[in-house]
């Protein structure tokens, strides 16, 4: 079963890996953090060091604003967008650019010499607010299809989604140690070449060994890092359909997904249905 799954992804995630692996738990205390500081009107420990930068051409400008304030009109929103505008020392740009018209992406990250990551770069498609990815990898988006389609949500709802998607996977790295990243960096391109020469054998010793010391095999680094993704995104969206008559829908078409797709994932996103009951009484036990 693993081998025909990294036989599937293995392509795909040449080009895809790269926005490493984190720590959920620091992540989720730096947004309840946040959260709780915006409540309270400052935010804490906060500076001018840090700020984020949107470098958005004029042609693209209007959408992404529309993009941008749905993603705010929520609490969770409106509480990471103050972590990084006043960050003590970590600069996140946000851009709008061709080719993948209906994606994103994460990247361009650097640390300083306290391993603190100082800088990274979401890169959005210039169409987000159409496309809905695969289930298997993308639960949260991909719930919101139906939706869409019947007109209870516009596409501006699925563009703050994969902006908070996004900005899941930066927070996810901000834990990383850079030395971690670039062990996967070199790692992975070797893992690969073994993969693909050995008759995709991954109990082959080698690609054993490089397993654990990347913390995992190329296919296991990748759900995970879009898992936490998702994970961000559901945030969200928790936060953006609480009080609409079709929540709970939604989030058991989530949860089915979750099931179905990512049983080894299932704990994170329960966590996030049981941080706010109008989710978790939806039958998300």
């Known amino acids: 079963?693993?081998?025909?799954?990294?036989?599937?992804?293995?392509?795909?995630?040449?080009?895809?890996?790269?926005?490493?692996?984190?720590?959920?738990?620091a992540a989720q205390q730096r947004i309840d953090a946040a959260r709780s500081s915006v409540r309270d009107g400052y935010l804490a420990s906060a500076s001018e060091d840090g700020s984020l930068r949107e470098v958005i051409d004029k042609k693209y400008k209007k959408r992404y604003q529309e993009w941008k304030n749905e993603f705010l009109s929520t609490e969770i929103g409106r509480a990471q967008w103050e972590v990084y505008s006043h960050?003590?020392?970590?600069?996140?740009?946000?851009?709008?650019?061709?080719g993948n018209s209906h994606g994103?992406?994460?990247?361009?990250?650097?640390?300083?010499?306290?391993?603190?990551?100082?800088?990274?770069?979401?890169?959005?498609?210039?169409?987000?607010?159409?496309?809905?990815?695969?289930?298997?990898?993308?639960?949260?988006?991909?719930?919101?299809?139906?939706?869409?389609s019947s007109n209870l949500l516009n596409g501006n709802v699925l563009a703050a989604t994969k902006l908070a998607h996004e900005i899941g996977h930066v927070m996810k790295i901000s834990t990383t140690p850079e030395t971690l990243y670039r062990l996967q960096m070199r790692l992975v391109p070797a893992y690969n070449k073994i993969f693909l020469s050995n008759g995709y054998d991954v109990n082959?010793?080698?690609?054993?060994?490089?397993?654990?010391?990347?913390?995992?095999?190329?296919?296991?680094?990748?759900?995970?890092?879009e898992y936490w993704g998702e994970a961000n995104a559901m945030l969200f969206l928790r936060d953006r359909v609480a009080r609409e008559s079709f929540h709970c829908k939604l989030f058991n078409r989530i949860k089915r997904t979750v099931e179905e797709y990512a049983k080894n994932y299932e704990a994170r996103f329960t966590?996030?249905?049981?941080s706010q009951g109008v989710i978790y009484s939806c039958s998300w036990k």
């Open 1 to 25: 079963m693993k081998s025909t799954k990294l036989i599937g992804l293995f392509l795909p995630l040449t080009c895809l890996l790269w926005s490493g692996p984190s720590q959920r738990v």
């Open 87 to 98: 960050h003590p020392h970590l600069t996140l740009t946000i851009t709008v650019v061709p």
């Open 104 to 148: 994103a992406g994460s990247g361009k990250y650097k640390w300083n010499a306290a391993g603190e990551l100082i800088a990274a770069t979401i890169v959005l498609g210039p169409e987000i607010n159409e496309g809905f990815p695969s289930a298997v990898y993308y639960p949260v988006m991909n719930a919101l299809r139906p939706y869409e």
């Open 204 to 225: 082959d010793t080698r690609l054993v060994e490089m397993s654990k010391q990347m913390g995992g095999n190329p296919v296991e680094i990748w759900e995970d890092r």
């Open 271 to 274: 966590e996030i249905a049981k």
